[in-house]
């Protein structure tokens, strides 16, 4: 657990996270009212990889508690800085999971000293490519959001999963269950009350794995690339969708250690 009171607030944070292995740091964010125990399976491959593995529970999730109103991603960001700061980590590898890539980035922009690459995992740009209509983050919102919706039909929800969150001929049952709807409202409100320029980028200069998902219903893909240039690496994982780690927890697994062993190598 990580305990702190921001300058701003008289409340004080706590940030629940779970701590797996040793070596390199690889920290991973969970996507939109879900929990860093998605990851249970990548977590374990990288472990045995030789990575150490953070996962910070956002505010809303287990016991990871704070103001849930009015926050932005900056706040986020500061709620996982505090995790990095008590363990002193230095700067880490930090994948996030869909939404979660926003909080990512945003940490890369705010505290450069903490980051040394970011994995965005089935993530969302947050911009569009030239000529495109579409609103931001706007992509089967309805599915999205109708998942973990606890008052909808078990059928119904299993649709949502299955029109956003999985790819042809995947189990989406698993993801019934693990939805907490107080993060959902804090995470969307933050994500729109956020300047994209705040993040967008991940602050000026760390590597960036783009990892998209082969049959993502979601996302908009190859927009990071051809506006970021050679800072972006795209890599496909196939048969994935938007949930990607349910999916192929070994491929999403070994595309983030071959990332972290570049960029660590590369100081």
């Known amino acids: 657990m990580a305990s702190y009171r921001p300058n701003d607030s008289a409340d004080a944070v706590q940030i629940e996270f779970i701590d ?3 070596g390199p740091v690889i920290c991973i964010l969970p996507s939109l009212a879900r929990s860093g125990r998605d990851y249970d399976e990548v977590s374990d491959h990288l472990v045995a990889g030789g990575f150490r593995v953070l996962r910070p529970e956002p505010r809303g999730v287990g016991r990871s508690r704070g103001p849930m109103d009015k926050l932005d991603l900056h706040v986020f960001a500061a ?3 505090a995790v990095l700061d008590q363990e002193k980590t230095g700067p880490v590898v930090v994948v996030g999971h869909a939404w979660g890539s926003q909080p990512a980035r945003t940490l890369a922009a705010d505290r450069p000293d903490l980051v040394r690459g970011v ?3 089935a993530a969302s740009a947050g911009k569009l490519p030239p000529g ?3 609103k931001p983050y706007s992509r089967l919102r309805d599915a999205i959001d109708g998942a973990g919706d606890p008052s909808l039909p078990e059928a119904q929800r299993l649709d949502c999963l299955r029109r956003a969150f999985f790819a042809p001929g995947h189990d989406p049952s698993p993801w019934l269950g693990g939805w907490f709807p107080a993060a959902h409202d804090a995470q969307s409100h ?4 956020t300047p994209i320029d705040d993040y967008f980028s991940a602050g000026d200069t760390v590597p960036i794995l783009d990892l998209q998902a082969e049959f993502d219903a979601v996302v908009i893909p190859n927009v990071m690339k051809p506006m970021l240039g050679e800072r972006v690496t795209v890599q496909v994982i196939r048969d994935a969708g938007h949930a990607m780690a349910p999916e192929q927890p ?3 697994s070994d595309a983030i ?4 062993r570049r960029v660590h190598a590369a100081g």
């Open 79 to 81: 709620d996982v800085a």
């Open 257 to 260: 250690a071959a990332f972290a």
């Open 250 to 252: 070994r491929a999403m």
């Open 132 to 134: 495109s209509t579409e």
């Open 190 to 193: 933050a994500r729109e009350a």
């Open 20 to 22: 797996q292995g040793s």
């Open 119 to 121: 994995v965005m995992a």
